[in-house]
C-alpha cells in the first residue's frame, strides 16, 4: 500500500503538463503487449508496469491548463476517505452492509437538501453520477404522472440546451423517441420560459400528458442556468413535476458570493447534485433529492434477504436504483468537516471569477469570438479572424484543439453551437492562474494562424 501511494506522489511531483500528447496506437501498443495471463514476479514490476500503461499516460485534472471537460482537481481529505472507503469496502444497499455508513450518508443527504431548501420531507440517495441521477429523478416524476394508458403519451420538456442524459433517460423508461419536447433558448441559452408554457398547453391540446419540466442549472457548454422561479412557476400551474439538473451548477449552493443564481431551486420536485464536479470530490460522488420522500417509493422492491419488513432498520437500497454501491458519501463528510462549506465556495467563487477573466482575455484579442458571456465556468469560443468564412473557421478550430492535445502542455474542449464547429474552456480548477489562461489562449491563436496558412496554400494550388 505505501509502495502503490509513494508510486503515485513521485510521478505528480513530475508531472508537466496535463498530457503526454500520446495518441491512441501508441497507448494501445503498451497495453496491447502485456499478457494478462502470465502475472509478474512482485508489486515492484507490477507498478513500474502501470506506471507504462497508466500513469505516463494520465490525463491530470490538477494540472492548471486542463481546461477541457468538467473534470475537477480534488481535495485532499476526499482522497483521505478513498483509501479508507476502499479498504473497508463497506456496501451501503443495507444497514447490516454499512452501520453507521448508512447514517453518514443519509445526515449528507438531509445537509444538501436544507441548503437546496427542499423542505422537512425531502429525502434522497447518492448515485454514481448526474446521468443516473436524472434518470431516478425521470423515473419517480413518470411514476407521480403514469396511469395504465399515459405511458406512450408522457412527455417531459427539457431545453436545446439540456444535458442528453434527459433524452437517455426517456429512452431507458421506454417512452419513445418522442417522448421529449426540446424548449428553445433565449440570447443568454436560459429556457424560454413563455414558450415552455405554450409547450406544454400544446401539449395537452393534442392529447400527451406533461410528465416533468427538466430544468438546467448549468448546461454543459454555457454553464447557462435556466430561469427557475419562472420555470416553477409554470410547472405550478400545470401541475408538472419539476426538476433541476444541478450536475455542474450544484457548487453554488456553498458559495458565498453566487448563492443567488439558484433562487427558485427550493421549489423544484427533485434535484440532480454531482458533488464529483464543484465539490471537488472524487468520482464518482452524486445524490438525486426529492421533495417529498414518499416519491422514492417509486424505486422500491421488496427482497427478503435485503430488507425485511420487520426489521426496522434504515435500508439506502430502498431508495436506490442501484443494490452494492460504494460509501462515496464519506468523501464529501471528510471534506466537509476538515474544511467547511465556506472553503468549497471559496473554490467556487474562484473558477467563477476565472471564467469572467478568460472572457475579457478572449473579447481583447481581435482573432477569437465567443458565444455568450460565461454564467458559471465555461466559455464557448473560437479562432475566427477578421474575413475568415464560417465554413473555414469549422476546418481550422478542430484541428486547433488536436494540436493543442498534440503538445502536451494544455488540454481544451471543442463543441458545437448552432451547428458550428467552437472551442471551450472549462474552468474547475482554482489554482489557474490568469497567465495560465493567457498561454492557452495564445496557443489556440498560434496553432489557429499555423492552420490558416496551410489551409490557404493548399486552396491555392486548388
Known amino acids: 500500500m505505501g509502495r502503490g501511494v509513494a508510486a503515485v506522489a513521485d510521478h505528480v511531483v513530475g508531472?508537466?503538463?496535463?498530457?503526454?500528447?500520446a495518441g491512441v496506437a501508441e497507448v494501445a501498443a503498451k497495453v496491447d503487449d502485456v499478457d494478462l495471463d502470465r502475472p509478474l514476479a512482485d508489486m515492484t514490476d507490477v507498478l513500474d508496469e502501470v506506471r507504462s500503461v497508466y500513469l505516463d499516460d494520465a490525463v491530470w485534472f490538477h494540472e492548471p491548463r486542463y481546461l477541457a471537460h468538467l473534470n475537477c482537481p480534488v481535495v485532499i481529505p476526499a482522497l483521505v476517505a478513498e483509501v479508507l472507503v476502499s479498504s473497508v469496502n463497506s456496501s451501503l444497499d443495507t444497514w447490516d452492509q454499512s452501520g453507521g455508513?448508512?447514517?453518514?450518508?443519509?445526515?449528507?443527504i438531509r445537509w444538501t437538501a436544507d441548503r437546496i431548501g427542499l423542505g422537512p420531507e425531502a429525502?434522497?440517495?447518492?448515485?454514481?453520477?448526474?446521468?443516473?441521477?436524472?434518470?431516478?429523478?425521470?423515473?419517480?416524476?413518470?411514476?407521480q404522472a403514469f396511469h395504465a394508458d399515459t405511458s406512450p403519451r408522457l412527455r417531459i420538456f427539457s431545453s436545446q440546451d439540456s444535458h442528453f442524459s434527459v433524452q437517455k433517460s426517456a429512452n431507458?423508461?421506454?417512452?419513445?423517441?418522442?417522448?421529449?419536447?426540446?424548449?428553445?433558448?433565449?440570447d443568454r441559452r436560459r429556457m424560454d420560459v413563455r414558450a415552455l408554457d405554450r409547450a406544454i398547453w400544446d401539449a395537452r391540446a393534442a392529447g400527451h400528458v406533461p410528465m416533468a419540466v427538466v430544468a438546467t442549472a448549468g448546461t454543459t457548454d454555457y454553464g447557462s442556468i435556466d430561469p427557475l422561479a419562472g420555470i416553477a412557476d409554470v410547472c405550478a400551474q400545470h401541475g408538472v413535476w419539476m426538476h433541476v439538473d444541478a450536475a455542474y451548477g450544484g457548487g453554488l449552493l456553498v458559495s458565498q458570493q453566487h448563492r443567488s443564481l439558484l433562487d427558485g431551486i427550493e421549489r423544484a420536485d427533485s434535484v440532480t447534485v454531482d458533488y464529483h464536479k464543484t465539490f471537488f470530490q472524487p468520482v464518482s460522488s452524486s445524490a438525486v433529492l426529492v421533495r417529498d420522500g414518499d416519491a422514492l417509493r417509486h424505486v422500491r422492491y421488496h427482497a427478503d434477504y435485503l430488507n425485511p419488513r420487520s426489521s426496522g432498520q434504515p435500508n439506502q437500497v430502498d431508495k436506490s436504483l442501484q443494490t452494492t454501491r460504494r460509501f462515496d458519501a464519506l468523501k464529501l463528510w471528510m471534506t466537509l468537516?476538515?474544511?467547511?462549506?465556506?472553503?468549497i465556495g471559496e473554490y467556487v467563487d474562484a473558477v467563477i471569477d476565472l471564467a469572467v477573466?478568460?472572457?475579457?482575455?478572449?473579447?481583447?484579442?481581435?482573432d477569437l469570438e465567443v458565444v455568450t458571456a460565461p454564467a458559471l465556468s465555461t466559455l464557448v469560443f473560437r479562432f475566427?479572424?477578421?474575413?475568415?468564412?464560417?465554413?473555414?473557421?469549422d476546418r481550422v478550430n478542430p484541428g486547433i484543439r488536436q494540436m493543442i492535445a498534440g503538445s502536451g502542455t494544455a488540454v481544451i474542449a471543442g463543441t458545437r453551437s448552432d451547428g458550428r464547429a467552437w472551442l471551450k474552456l472549462t474552468m474547475l480548477n482554482p489554482e489557474?492562474?490568469?497567465?495560465?489562461?493567457?498561454?492557452?489562449?495564445?496557443?489556440?491563436?498560434?496553432?489557429?494562424?499555423?492552420?490558416?496558412?496551410?489551409l490557404h496554400t493548399t486552396q491555392e494550388v486548388h
Request: hydrophobic content about 40%; charged content about 20%.
Open 15 to 21: 508531472v508537466r503538463g496535463p498530457w503526454s500528447g
Open 101 to 108: 455508513g448508512t447514517l453518514i450518508e443519509r445526515r449528507l
Open 123 to 143: 429525502d434522497g440517495v447518492f448515485t454514481s453520477g448526474g446521468t443516473q441521477s436524472n434518470l431516478q429523478a425521470l423515473l419517480m416524476a413518470r411514476g
Open 172 to 186: 431507458v423508461l421506454g417512452l419513445g423517441p418522442d417522448a421529449v419536447v426540446t424548449i428553445p433558448t433565449d
Open 337 to 343: 468537516r476538515a474544511m467547511g462549506a465556506d472553503g
Open 357 to 366: 477573466t478568460a472572457h475579457e482575455l478572449v473579447l481583447d484579442d481581435p
Open 384 to 393: 475566427r479572424p477578421a474575413g475568415l468564412s464560417e465554413d473555414d473557421a
Open 432 to 454: 489557474t492562474t490568469v497567465d495560465d489562461l493567457g498561454a492557452v489562449l495564445a496557443l489556440v491563436t498560434g496553432f489557429g494562424r499555423q492552420l490558416l496558412d496551410d
